[in-house]
């Protein structure tokens, strides 16, 4: 998920003091198929749906089925998994910020599954491979609704160590993704609203931006 001057793409973290919390990712990849996918849905261009973006989401896809694993209700999940920035507290009162399935990670699935989906369809190939994504998606942990009303953070509502955090990266699903929209999805449209008033206004200029 990270990139400097030397090209590196091994994990971050400050010569080995590196926290999980901002360190280490494994969306990036897949958040950044999304441009691809969006350069076509506005441009139409089937060439550079197949002979350039395809073949990377579907890569990124295969890269996503082997690191989902699956829980014990039979969700698939990310483990291990993290919210970019933000930590919470667990059962005896301590930072982590280390767990499985964030919406973040489910959302972004959820984002390229559905893109390939509809890629392949559009380029009328791959139909095993589609359908067995489409099987796949029906299979990802849902959208939650912690007990606060709002669009629920991570695999459980744990307490937030930071109720303002900057940062509201489980609202991909609402933006940029299309997973929570207020006609489709009702329900999680008003507890990502719920996060947005809790969250408050504040934060750096490219969290901000986000929220509007």
């Known amino acids: 998920h990270n990139s400097e001057i030397w090209g590196t ?4 973290g400050d010569v080995g003091n590196g926290d999980p919390v901002w360190a280490n990712w494994f969306m990036g990849g897949n958040w950044l198929c999304q441009h691809l996918w969006e350069h076509y849905a506005y441009t139409g261009d089937k ?18 089925l082997n690191w989902l694993i699956e829980d014990k209700e039979g969700h698939l999940v990310t483990a291990p998994s993290t919210s970019p920035e933000n930590t919470f507290k667990d059962v005896n009162g301590r930072h982590q910020s280390v767990s499985i399935a964030t919406t973040m990670d489910m959302s972004i699935i959820w984002d ?7 890629a392949s369809q559009a380029l009328g190939i791959d139909s095993d491979f589609r359908n067995m994504l489409i099987e796949k998606k029906s299979k990802l942990l849902p959208l939650q609704i912690g007990k606060k009303g709002q669009l629920q953070e991570w695999y459980k509502d744990f307490e937030e160590t930071d109720p303002l955090h900057r940062h509201v990266s489980h609202l991909f699903g609402l ?7 207020s006609t489709q999805t009702p329900e999680f449209f008003n507890a990502a609203k719920k996060t947005l008033e809790s969250r408050g206004d504040g934060g750096t200029g490219w969290s901000r931006g986000w929220k509007i």
């Open 9 to 12: 793409s091994n994990a971050v």
């Open 47 to 64: 060439v550079f749906l197949a002979k350039k973006a395809y073949p990377i989401m579907k890569e990124a896809a295969v890269f996503s």
């Open 112 to 118: 390229l599954f559905t893109n390939v989906i509809e």
């Open 175 to 181: 933006y940029p993704g299309r997973q929570i929209s």
